[in-house]
């Protein structure tokens, strides 16, 4: 298979520069243009705004090119595979790809406990309850983050941002409120990391669409207040990126083929426009022609081998989970909009992880202030 990430430029190796420039080690290329900014300027603040689903493409359509977000456009750089947050954003906060740290999509089979788990939740696919096995197992996943491992070295110090609650991040209540503590931060002494992730356009893009004009409104708000904020900084270099695009769906609902779904092992997992299918031994020859018969014209089908030998996601030694987390096959949305969604799945108006420009694609804004 042709693995369309370029994971020599992608969201990994932009976390490899911030952990080059405070002094962490790095297991990946880092991107030179960020190198050079950060080694000539030695800013004080280096803060990375992730707005999740802002992709490339739809940037492109909402903006003019006088905007603030496309003049300081410096190129268009490619997602993680799958391009979804739970894979993406963990490769920007630690530096590695997803096949090292292992979150691949929003739900993830756990070999250990021999459940898929809907991972930034803890909780099994389609439940409403946290996992308590998968608690005691989450740590084989890679969850320590830059910022942490910032504020233990003690030589500069690291804060997140978050819309919601989490480990050790800053609440904030809407983007006023985000844009004016980041910048109350910026002021502070010391050399500093500040992480902002904010979960719009792509929550609102999920029920409605990523052209809709809510979705531009959106994005147009946060170009134009970011570059106020922007006008005030001082000795800070701003990067402004997104964890992945998005496209409009049509979903395909797998519980209509009572005969597939018999060939399977377990649930679906890793996401609806990035399938990973484990099959029953008995179906094992016949999985392939029965896919293609059924759903070959909108995703292409890959066994394990060809994943694995094209590092489709990404290089690296492979999380203990990460083989059997794949499954035999795993089904990709290349040339079609359409979704798979199976029981505990959520029907979305758009979603995204499937292998489109409009999904891949995102944008490095990057602003150096001095």
Not at 142 to 165: G, M, S, T
Not at 223 to 250: P, Q, R, T
Not at 324 to 342: P, R
Request: glycine share 4%.
């Amino acid at each position: 298979m042709k693995v369309r990430n370029n994971y020599n430029e992608c969201l990994t190796n932009l976390a490899c520069s911030i952990r080059k420039y405070f002094n962490l080690s790095y297991k990946h290329q880092t991107l030179k243009y960020i190198d050079d900014l950060l080694d000539k300027n030695k800013p004080q603040n280096v803060i990375v705004f992730l707005f999740d689903g802002m992709g490339s493409r739809i940037l492109d359509r909402t903006l003019d090119k006088e905007d603030f977000f496309i003049k300081n456009k410096y190129k268009d750089i490619t997602s993680v595979f799958p391009a979804t947050t739970t894979a993406a954003t963990t490769s920007i906060r630690t530096g590695l790809n997803p096949i090292e740290h292992g979150w691949l999509g929003w739900n993830t089979y756990i070999k250990p406990i021999d459940k898929t788990i809907t991972l930034f939740f803890g909780m099994e696919k389609g439940k409403e309850e946290v996992c308590d096995e998968f608690l005691k197992v989450k740590n084989k996943l890679a969850y320590k983050y830059i910022e942490d491992e910032i504020n233990e070295k003690n030589e500069a110090y690291a804060v997140d941002f978050f819309p919601f609650k989490s480990n050790n991040v800053i609440v904030y209540k809407n983007i006023d409120d985000m844009l004016n503590m980041v910048y109350e931060e910026t002021k502070k002494k010391g050399k500093k990391y500040i992480y902002v992730y904010d979960d719009e356009p792509d929550h609102t893009m999920h029920d409605y669409g990523p052209d809709c004009e809510k979705v531009k409104k959106l994005i147009k708000e946060r170009n134009d207040k970011v570059a106020k904020l922007c006008e005030k900084l001082k000795d800070s270099l701003v990067i402004i990126i997104a964890d992945h695009g998005h496209i409009k769906v049509d979903n395909i609902f797998l519980d209509d083929y009572p005969e597939f779904m018999a060939m399977l092992d377990r649930t679906t997992s890793i996401e609806q426009r990035a399938v990973s299918f484990k099959v029953k031994d008995e179906y094992k020859d016949v999985f392939k022609d029965k896919f293609n018969l059924l759903f070959g014209k909108y995703f292409e089908l890959y066994d394990k081998k060809d994943i694995i030998d094209s590092k489709l996601f990404g290089d690296g030694i492979p999380n203990e989970l990460f083989e059997d987390a794949v499954g035999d096959f795993i089904a990709i949305a290349c040339n079609s909009n359409k979704c798979l969604v199976s029981k505990g799945d959520s029907a979305l108006y758009s979603q995204h992880a499937g292998y489109t420009d409009d999904e891949i694609y995102i944008p490095l804004i990057v602003v150096n202030k001095k």
